[in-house]
């Protein structure tokens, strides 16, 4: 069983361009979440999909984050308007709640917002 | 919000040595997971808890669910070198949201 993946690892973009991730979750896992870490701090939780239904966005998801899940598979998540402060670790989690809620990680994509 | 108070901050042992860290809440939490974060990696999953008391064993580590729901602690017996890593604490609490609220991690190293 393959594990969360998610691509770019690395994206280095200029002040006001938009960028998008993407997250390939572990086949059959039904919940699907976004985090941001920033430099000596924990993952702080963004927005979170079950299926492909978006059910809780953080305060932190201003409104130049947008999230999808088309068909309840992969997600993306799109920064318009990038700023320096975008700059950080963006992780995707995914887990199969039956009964016990357990979050497996991705590698993250870092993004560099100059 | 809520806030995880993870303790120490950092950590210097040398190899062979045990370790303890835990992490406190003002709220109780249903769930307590343990990851260790890499540099530049997404954190792995380490140990998970669900039940209030439970102490869970993975290898050389042993977690316990604090029995008021509001801590929890990881141990590491004879640490090894390639335990060195950021080792973070996540709840999820009761009420429905389903977000992982995080420590602000213990770094840890080992001399060898």
């Known amino acids: 069983d393959t594990g969360v993946s998610q691509d770019p690892r690395h994206k280095i973009t200029k002040r006001g361009q938009n960028v998008t991730f993407r997250c390939d979750p572990i086949s059959e896992h039904n919940r699907l979440y976004w985090y941001r870490q920033t430099l000596g701090q924990g993952p702080e939780f963004l927005t979170y999909f079950q299926n492909e239904a978006q059910l809780e966005k953080s305060r932190l998801l201003s409104d130049r984050f947008s999230a999808e899940r088309p068909k309840g598979s992969f997600s993306t998540l799109e920064i318009q308007r990038t700023e320096q402060g975008d700059s950080a670790m963006y992780l995707c989690?995914?887990?199969?709640?039956?009964?016990?809620?357990?979050?497996?990680f991705g590698p993250g994509t870092r993004l560099l917002v100059l | 919000g809520q806030q995880l108070n993870q303790s120490p901050q950092s950590m210097f042992i040398q190899e062979g040595e045990d370790v303890s860290m835990n992490c406190t809440s003002s709220?109780?939490?249903?769930?307590w997971l343990w990851y260790k974060q890499d540099p530049g990696e997404g954190p792995v999953l380490l140990i998970a808890?669900?039940?209030?008391?439970e102490l869970t064993s993975n290898g050389r580590l042993t977690a316990q669910f604090g029995i008021t729901r509001k801590d929890s602690f990881l141990n590491i017996s004879a640490s090894i070198p390639s335990d060195v890593g950021i080792y973070f604490c996540a709840g999820l609490s009761q009420g429905g949201s389903e977000k992982l609220v995080f420590g602000k991690g213990t770094k840890l190293t080992v001399n060898p």
């Open positions: 808890l669900y039940k209030a008391g």
């Open positions: 709220s109780i939490f249903n769930t």
């Open positions: 989690a995914s887990s199969f709640m039956v009964v016990r809620e357990t979050q497996y």
